[in-house]
């Protein structure tokens, strides 16, 4: 009998995680998988060992032995907890390394970066031009050091080059829609995303929608399942044909499937707030700098939600990534986002 694929996911609880996860769970080769996560939540852990044969292990991004231990003991590794934890990353990396000595094997790791990468400091103001492909290595290189999520990048980039693993880093865009996996029917992954539930609950909190400035600025969406399958196809090609598939500066993969205005979003939530009698007037206003601070943790996150975020996912779709919802999509998924926050505060 063949030996089955030992499969690590970070982040299986969460937004993104658990929908990678149950994609996973239904992939028509699941059988041949031997599935572990990370959960810190004990109950959570329960139910993805009973339920779903899952081998869940309790722990936190904190206890950084266990990780790399974890790491070491799988082939190929999901990283989708936490684009910017530097320790974290540098627990899994040393998993990798330890395996690679040990085994003399290459194992896969599949990151989770994010486009905010490429946002700029347009608060709104105006859409720039620059557009992004990440079939176009040099253009990503050029990218600053200092840009979010970039440090960490810059590490997974490097392991790949020292020759110890393959990876792949996932860089999704606007992540919308309210899950509905089998996962979150059972309570164990959240089902909500970060970008608009927060511009959600701001209008909410001030009885009327709000934008970054003008709200001009353009960023690229996803939605939630198409993500999962970018996660998929990635994971199929690497599996299938390691030698074949591009790593390193040559495995980055925006994932996105159309773009929006930050303004065209906060125009639908005043709608839909507007039909679900919560504000007497659809109109957004722009937030002030003391709402940015308060809405959104700090200013400077506040301003990032008008930033330019420009790019074409063309690697996933050379290797048969073929997204579905569109930005129409989008803009009717928020509607339900404001009913869903109107209800749970
Ligand atoms: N959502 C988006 O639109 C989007 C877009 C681009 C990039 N990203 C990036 O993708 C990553 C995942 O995003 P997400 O939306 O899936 O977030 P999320 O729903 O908050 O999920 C985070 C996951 O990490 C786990 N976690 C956090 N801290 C932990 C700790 N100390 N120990 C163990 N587990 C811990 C959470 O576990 P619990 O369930 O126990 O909390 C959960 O499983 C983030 O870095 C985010 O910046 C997200």
Not at 120 to 127: I, K, L, T, V
Not at 153 to 172: H, N, S
Request: proline share 5%.
């Amino acid at each position: 009998m063949s030996q089955k694929t030992p499969i690590f996911c970070t982040g299986a609880t969460g937004y993104i995680g658990g929908a990678v996860l149950a994609r996973l769970l239904n992939h028509p080769n699941r059988d041949n998988f031997q599935i572990t996560a990370l959960v810190r939540n004990p109950e959570k852990a329960r139910i993805l060992n009973t339920r779903f044969g899952v081998n869940a292990v309790l722990g936190s991004h904190h206890e950084r032995d266990k990780i790399e231990r974890l790491v070491e003991d799988n082939h190929v590794i999901f990283h989708v907890a936490d684009a910017d934890d530097h320790e974290l990353i540098k627990a899994v990396l040393k998993g990798l390394k330890n395996r690679h000595a040990k085994l003399g094997v290459m194992p896969i790791l599949i990151h989770t970066s994010g486009a905010g990468v490429l946002a700029d400091n347009a608060r709104g103001e105006y859409p720039s031009k620059t557009i992004y492909s990440d079939l176009d290595v040099r253009q990503l290189k050029d990218i600053p050091e200092t840009a979010f999520h970039r440090t960490v990048d810059l590490r997974v980039v490097d392991a790949d080059e020292r020759g110890y693993a393959r990876c792949q880093i996932i860089l999704p865009s606007t992540v919308y829609g309210i899950a509905k996996h089998a996962l979150v029917e059972a309570g164990v992954a959240n089902p909500r995303s970060i970008q608009i539930p927060t511009i959600v609950r701001a209008s909410l909190s001030r009885g009327r929608a709000g934008v970054v400035g003008k709200g001009l600025s353009m960023w690229p969406s996803v939605h939630t399942t198409d993500l999962a399958e970018l996660y998929m196809v990635v994971f199929d090609n690497v599996m299938e044909n390691p030698n074949k598939v591009g790593h390193g500066w040559q495995g980055f993969y925006f994932a996105e499937n159309g773009e929006h205005r930050w303004l065209d979003i906060s125009n639908s939530v005043g709608q839909a707030m507007f039909e679900l009698q919560l504000t007497e007037n659809p109109e957004p206003t722009s937030f002030t700098v003391e709402e940015l601070k308060k809405y959104f943790e700090y200013e400077e996150m506040g301003w990032y939600f008008g930033s330019n975020v420009r790019a074409r996912g063309d690697r996933g779709r050379e290797l048969g990534w073929a997204p579905k919802r569109t930005t129409q999509d989008m803009l009717a998924s928020i509607k339900p986002e404001v009913a869903m926050s109107a209800k749970k505060p």
